[in-house]
């Protein structure tokens, strides 16, 4: 058995941390560089690694690695931490319920955690209509069941996704996920019945004006879904309303409505993947909100239980009553512990105005990022909502994506003490999920380093 040989010492993480940038070693310091050498001897190869610090805290927009550095997060773990890491009502919640139970399984003797979950799910979400809701563990196996429940609705197999998408790495959301490399390359055969469909990406349509507008892409797809696969045949459409992975693309204004309204008139499930955009992160508590866009399912994670597995699919009562008694679940789904966080995270966000600070934070960023590609014409695009913000490079004057810039610029920014990631399927975006937990001083210094980054990196 290997002991642990670092030094660091184990600290409190949570909004009482200092909320400061502060580097003390080179990033990545030494303990960091140690673990990360354990980690290539001991973790296979297959998980990548963004930035290499090993983290001993983390809390309200800082995370502390073993080295004693503590650098901004515009990461917030992929859009989970929406809440910040250790929330206080999250981290009390949880602590809570390990001293009372920590698992049954919620299929053989039930308990009211997981109800009260799927009561405010059944609340958030948009629409008035009766719902239901199921919890899982991760949003792909969330994305499975959604589509198992639209295929036993509808009595139809096939499966509607489209360019750019990114539903997870399991086999049936491989086949629904759009890009090869590093996600389905070698893992085939995958799942079958999944037809992909052109998506609105106004950047590369031509422009939100002179280009496709949002009703007109909507046919664009609908043209194909129908030549293609056939209404008849197909149970569900499933769209990230601001795609994630695929780069932050946000669709024009009308495509999401075009495809609910095609969808209602042909019995097809509308199925909205929120597992990136849900729970204030966008600047409204579901990303279709902005859109005034009801799906008929609903499917969250990530952000939902502020760092403890948890997934759900919620949606029309008739739809997700489907299913037969049996047919859905897991041993872990809903487990005690990630509902207990899911009901702190949930009132975190009502009581202390997370909604509003995503917008706020959406209008700090945006006006820097903004003036950043009027100065600087290797930013193409600059878009996203709320506190899900992105800026898409390319080279001068044309549309040619430049990953190699992007991934230089997060180097840049790493290397002075602010976690930023890469998407898209070209890989030239640069994404901004912080949590919502961050002081405005602290982002204005990620702005500010970033700016210096774009700089330096010539
Ligand atoms: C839109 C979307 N759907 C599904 C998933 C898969 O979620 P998980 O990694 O929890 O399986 C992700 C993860 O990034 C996502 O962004």
Redesign the pocket.
């Known amino acids: 058995m290997t002991t642990n040989p670092t030094p660091y010492p184990t600290l409190v993480g949570g909004p009482g941390l200092a909320q400061e940038r502060r580097l003390v070693t080179e990033i990545p310091g030494p303990a960091s560089r140690a673990l990360h050498e354990r980690k290539a001897a001991a973790v296979a190869r297959g998980i990548g690694t963004t930035l290499p610090v090993y983290v001993a805290a983390a809390g309200g927009g800082v995370i502390v690695d073993v080295d004693g550095n503590s650098l901004i997060d515009l990461g917030s773990g ?2 989970v931490t929406t809440v910040g890491n250790s929330a206080p009502r999250v981290a009390e919640a949880v602590a809570q319920q390990v001293g009372a139970f920590t698992h049954t399984c919620f299929m053989v003797t039930p308990y009211e955690g997981y109800v009260r979950v799927a009561e405010e799910l059944n609340r958030l979400t948009p629409g008035t209509h009766e719902k239901r809701t199921v919890l899982f ?7 499975e069941n959604a589509v198992k429940i639209a295929r036993s609705h509808t009595k139809r197999q096939a499966v509607v996704v489209f360019d750019h ?6 086999n049936l ?1 491989m086949a629904m996920t759009a890009k090869n490399l590093p996600y389905k390359h070698g893992f085939g055969p995958f799942a079958s019945e999944v037809y992909r469909a052109p998506l609105s990406y106004p950047f590369r349509d031509g422009g939100v004006d002179g280009g496709v507008d949002g009703r007109a892409a909507a046919a664009r797809a609908i043209d194909v879904i129908e030549k293609q696969v056939g209404a008849d045949n197909l149970a569900a459409i499933v769209i ?1 309303p601001i ?3 695929g780069g932050f693309i946000v669709p024009a204004p009308g495509f999401l409505a075009g495809l609910a309204d095609w969808c209602a008139a042909t019995g097809v499930v509308f199925v909205a ?5 849900g729970f204030a992160r966008t600047g409204a508590m579901f990303a279709v909100d902005h859109e005034g866009v009801v799906p008929d399912l609903i ?1 969250t ?2 952000g939902i239980a502020g760092g403890l ?1 948890l ?1 759900a699919v919620t949606g029309r009562a008739e739809i997700m009553g489907a299913a037969h008694v049996g047919g859905l679940g897991g041993t872990y789904g809903g487990n005690p512990l990630a509902c207990a966080a899911a009901l702190a995270v949930i009132e975190t966000i009502e009581q202390d105005g997370l909604v509003d600070r995503a917008l706020e934070i959406g209008k700090t960023m945006t006006e820097r990022l903004t003036a950043l590609q009027q100065r600087d014409p290797r930013v193409g695009d600059v878009r996203g909502r709320g506190a899900m913000l992105a800026v898409e490079l390319v080279r001068p004057g044309t549309h040619e994506p430049d990953a190699t810039l992007a991934g230089r610029v997060a180097a840049a920014a790493h290397a002075q003490g602010v976690v930023v990631l890469t998407c898209g399927t070209y890989g030239n975006v640069l994404r901004f999920l912080p949590p919502l937990s961050i002081t405005d001083e602290l982002l204005a210094d990620a702005c500010d380093v970033l700016d210096a980054a774009f700089e330096a990196v010539r």
């Not at 563990?137 to 994305?143: D, H, K, L, M, T």
């Not at 998408?165 to 399991?170: E, I, S, V, W």
């Not at 993947?273 to 955009?277: A, H, L, N, R, S």
Request: glycine fraction near 10%.
């Open positions: 992929i859009a563990n991760s949003g792909a196996e969330a994305v998408a990114y539903h997870g790495r399991t959301t990230e795609q994630g992975e993947d929120e597992v990136q955009t499917v994670a990530k597995p997934s």
